[in-house]
């Protein structure tokens, strides 16, 4: 856009620039900074190549996350920052490969794709795709802790978000909530390990598991 406005001189105006802008940068700046917020601790420096791909929440993110649970790493070590970076720089490749194929075969695929069924099922994938990141948060693996009952520290803005939607409609907003509800559960998290309500078990080095194996045999 910068260097098509250069050649045909036709760069808007500072004001038509902010009117027209306002709309999509108080939706899009909000989420930004939330995603960046929540999937670094996460990816860790997969970071880098999931945004530089893009779709990271509706296909990098849940890649990496399950790649991280098959290989029974722990998100924020390095191991897990390996795992994460090979599993999302291979749904890259995929997905580039699958892109090149349907260029090329969407005539003859047409049929196929337009059908009522295919339809119904695409709906879907969203809702299933999150569906799977919710049963890997029952992964109580933390680093070098076992944290358990970690999901009692969600139990508040799950509802607190549902009741709140219920009556006004959150729909555009997505940004907002995330920081907002991001904040609640720290502070949820927070008082309930001070309550006992969350335990941080930690984890027992390979070094100290094997005297006691051997042990047991």
């Known amino acids: 856009p910068a260097v098509m406005c250069t050649v045909y001189h036709m760069f808007p105006s500072i004001p038509d620039l902010l009117l027209f802008g306002s709309g999509l940068l108080a939706l899009y700046v909000p989420t930004a900074i939330s995603e960046v917020i929540t999937y670094v601790p996460m990816l860790g420096s997969a970071s880098y190549i999931a945004f530089l791909t893009g779709n990271v929440t509706n296909l990098k993110l849940p890649c990496a ?4 649970t098959q290989a029974d790493v722990s998100q924020g070590t390095d191991e897990g920052d390996v795992i994460a970076s090979i599993a999302i720089a291979a749904s890259s490749i995929i997905t580039t490969i699958i892109i090149i194929m349907g260029v090329i075969l969407l005539v003859p695929l047409q049929p196929l794709l337009t059908m009522p069924a295919v339809k119904t099922a695409t709906a879907y994938m969203l809702p299933a795709l999150f569906g ?27 509802i607190l978000v549902l009741v709140v939607n219920h009556f006004y409609s959150l729909s555009g907003k997505e940004g907002f909530v995330v920081l907002a509800v991001m904040a609640l559960s720290v502070l949820c998290a927070y008082v309930l390990y ?12 390979p070094a100290e598991e094997e005297p006691a194996e051997k042990a047991a045999h």
Request: charged share 20%.
């Open 65 to 68: 996350m399950n790649a991280m």
């Open 194 to 205: 001070k309550n006992g309500g969350i335990k941080l078990i930690p984890k027992k080095a």
């Open 132 to 158: 799977s990141l919710f049963l890997g948060m029952f992964n109580e693996n933390c680093g070098n802790f076992v944290a358990k009952g970690k999901l009692k520290c969600a139990v508040l803005p799950f």
